[in-house]
C-alpha cells in the first residue's frame, strides 16, 4: 500500500474525527466532540505548540494521524519532540502508515535541531510496542500524573 504523510487541511475534518474518535476509544478515553473541537483548533493555531500529521492511502483516504510537539530538556539543555498520539485505522495497520508518520516526526524533529522524540503508550498495547521497541530505545521512565 502506498502511503503519504502530509499536514491536515481543513477538508480532513471529517476523516480526522473519525480516527481521533478511533484512538480516544482504543485507549478507553471519554472524548466529546467538543473536546476534538478543540485539538483541531489547535492544529491550525501557531499560538498553539501542538501540531498534526495525517497519513493517507494511495487513494487519498486518511488512514492515521499523529500529533506532536516541542518540550523543554532543562537537564540537557535541549529541545526535544513529544509525540503526544499516534493512531492508525485497525484494517490497514501493518500497512507502513506508522512508520511513516513517526519518520516524518523524526524529520521534522531533526530539522528542527530536537535532542530526542519521546511518548508514552499503554503497557498492554502490545502491537505497537514490537514496532516501538524495532525504532526506539525503551527508557526506565516511570511515569505519574497528578490529577487537577
Known sequence: MSVTVRVPREEDRAAWDRLY???AAFYKVAQTPQMRDTVWSWLFDPAKQ???????????????LAHFRPFARPLTATTGG???????APETRGSGAADALIDAVKAEGAKRGWSVIRWITGE????????YDRIAERTKWVTYDIKL
Open 21 to 23: 474518535e478511533g484512538y
Open 124 to 131: 498492554d498495547n502490545y502491537r505497537a510496542r514490537r514496532m
Open 82 to 88: 513529544f509525540l503526544d498520539d499516534l493512531f492508525v
Open 50 to 64: 501542538t501540531e498534526g500529521l495525517v497519513a493517507e492511502d494511495g487513494d487519498g483516504r486518511l488512514i492515521g
